[in-house]
Nanobody, 129 residues
């Protein structure tokens, strides 16, 4: 099991910035570096969608077209934490944001929901226009 705890979600005005964090609380420090991580989001009435992902080492990242140039994913393996820095936020970014993890065999990243084995409970991000 990989317990994931997201934080940082809140109400923000359009055009603002926000940083989300996801901590693999209780997961062995030595093992966190074997996890590929991702962020997904789900807006009311919509499917959960891919936002961004990062490889085990942090060398490789991928982004949904809708967030490219505005969001940045990063990780600190020493803190067992993945971050999502969001800027120039838009009303369509309003959603519950979920952190996900998978034990990865190589140093790639994953963009499909079914690739991930572990999920957090989510954190609400609301953008007011």
């Amino acid at each position: 099991q990989v317990p994931l705890v997201e934080s940082g979600g809140r109400l923000v005005q359009a055009g603002g910035s926000l940083r989300l964090s996801c901590v693999a609380s209780g997961y062995p420090f030595s093992a966190f570096g074997r996890l590929a991580m991702g962020w997904f989001r789900q807006a009311p009435g919509k499917e959960r969608e891919f936002v961004t992902a990062i490889s085990r080492s942090g060398e490789s990242t991928g982004y949904a077209d809708s967030v490219k140039g505005r969001f940045i994913i990063s990780r600190d393996n020493a803190k067992r934490t993945v971050y999502l820095q969001m800027s120039n936020l838009k009303s369509e970014d309003t959603a519950v944001y979920y952190c996900a993890a998978v034990v990865a065999g190589g140093d790639g990243y994953y963009i499909w929901r079914h690739d991930y084995d572990y999920w957090g409970q989510g954190t609400q991000v609301t953008i007011s226009s």
